[in-house]
Structures are given as structure tokens and as C-alpha cells.
């Protein structure tokens, strides 16, 4: 779905990025965790084309992520930013057909993809006509997961999209993107600060640190067969979501 080969990225003085490449497969979730400025949000701005890399490119199916063809990528790819980035103008129906309102789609065709996607999210029919401002934090990251969703994209990059939430919502939440993931067989790419979240979520796990992939896998191939003492010394710092997962 996704090949990076050798791309990075700096800012003025701070190197984001350094030289990296991956191969991300269809249909599976990767969950990407590492300390605060790792370079994880940049990762997903580089996949959806909002930044170019310095260095190197990206292939989405097997195309340039690049050039004339860019927009069109895009309305492939969904993307979830950081709490959600919803318009406080619009109502929570407004947020969700702005694509499909830009893209022309007709009347009927609007009507029924906003319903698939309300009914996957087990989002409230009548909260469509709310602003984000009268929905709760859950229900205002349904409406943005649904946005992401609407134009039916094959990938689905997620920033965060459960950091902002308390404890119990969040993990309802997880368990209802868990489903949701398995449900509909798409790319995921999800950043979380969460490593329990990621271990639950994740089908393959990438630790970041400095710009620079440590170590891809399960979290038990981290636990047993660690490829940096930094993994190990990770873990050790979110153990208690952990626990018994070694044994």
C-alpha cells in the first residue's frame, strides 16, 4: 500500500526525520508510539502529502505520492488529526459531506454513504444536526473518524484520535476502532503515545525515536527479542498496561 525509500525531513535546525524507508502491507494496522517529538505526526503528514520529504519518495500503489496526481491520492486516504480538527461552524453532517459536497456527489448517494458510515461509527442519527460544540468528546471523534471514512478511502491515517478523551470513553472507544479496523479490512496507520492502546490496536508496532525507526513488530518480539536497550527501557516505562504479556 504505502513504500517509503529513504525519505526525511527537517525543520530549520531540527531534523524530524532521518533517512527512512518502510513497506506497509494492505490490510493490516500499524500502530506507531515513541517519545514526544519522535517524528511520529510528521511520519503521517508525509504519507498523505500535506509535506514533502527532503529526501527520497513515497509510493502509494505503487505510484509517486507527488504531482498532478496528488489530489486524487488523496481522496483514497482518510486522515484523523490530532482531537479531531472539526469545523465549529459546521454541524457534525456538514464536517462529514464536506468532501463529498466538494466532489459534487448527488443528493441520494450523500444521503447513503452517510448513513453507512453513522451506522459503523454507532454514531446518533439525530446528532448529525449538531454542532461539535454540543457533542461530547466521543461522539465528536466519531464525527471526525466519519469524515475520514465517507469517501470510502483504502487507507485510514489516525493522529492521536483518542488522546484527548477520559479514561472510560477512551477505552470504549478502543475497543469499538478494534472492531471497526477488522470490520472493514483497511490500511490503518495509528499514532498514539499509548503503548497499551498500541498492543491492542496494532497488528505491527513501530517504536520511533529521534527521528528513526528502532524496532518493527509485535510487542512480544519487543519484549523477547528487543533490537535497542532503548526498547526494553520503553516498555519498562509503560509496564503496567504490559503486565503478563512476556510470560
Not at 446528532?127 to 471514512?149: I, N
Request: aromatic share 6%; proline share 6%.
Amino acid at each position: 500500500m504505502f513504500e517509503l525509500i529513504d525519505i526525511s525531513k527537517r525543520y530549520g535546525n531540527k531534523q524530524a526525520l532521518q533517512r527512512t524507508s518502510l513497506r506497509l502491507a494492505s490490510g493490516t494496522t500499524y500502530a506507531v508510539v515513541g517519545p514526544s517529538g519522535c517524528g511520529k505526526s510528521t511520519l503521517l503528514r508525509l504519507m498523505i502529502g500535506l509535506i514533502p520529504p527532503d529526501t527520497g519518495r513515497i509510493l502509494f500503489e505503487q505510484a509517486p505520492l507527488a504531482g498532478v496526481e496528488l489530489n486524487r491520492q488523496r481522496q483514497k486516504i482518510g486522515y484523523v488529526i490530532q482531537e479531531g480538527g472539526l469545523f465549529p461552524h459546521l454541524t457534525a453532517r456538514g464536517n462529514v459531506t464536506l468532501m463529498s459536497d466538494y466532489l459534487g456527489w448527488g443528493a441520494d448517494r450523500t444521503a447513503h454513504r452517510l448513513k453507512e458510515v453513522a451506522d459503523l461509527t454507532q454514531f446518533p442519527p439525530d446528532g448529525l444536526r449538531r454542532y461539535p460544540s454540543q457533542l461530547s468528546g466521543g461522539q465528536r471523534q466519531r464525527v471526525s473518524l466519519m469524515r475520514a471514512l465517507m469517501l470510502d478511502p483504502d487507507v485510514l491515517l489516525l493522529d492521536e484520535p483518542l488522546g484527548a478523551l477520559d479514561p472510560l470513553t477512551r477505552f470504549d472507544l478502543q475497543a469499538e476502532l478494534r472492531d471497526l479496523f477488522a470490520k472493514l479490512g483497511k490500511t490503518v496507520v495509528l499514532v498514539t503515545h499509548d503503548l497499551g492502546e498500541a498492543a491492542y490496536l496494532g497488528d505491527s508496532l513501530l517504536l520511533l525515536r529521534n527521528g528513526q525507526i528502532v524496532q518493527q513488530g509485535s510487542i512480544r518480539e519487543w519484549i523477547q527479542q528487543p533490537a535497542d536497550p532503548f526498547v526494553t527501557s520503553f516498555l519498562h516505562a509503560h509496564r503496567s498496561p504490559l503486565e503478563g504479556l512476556g510470560s
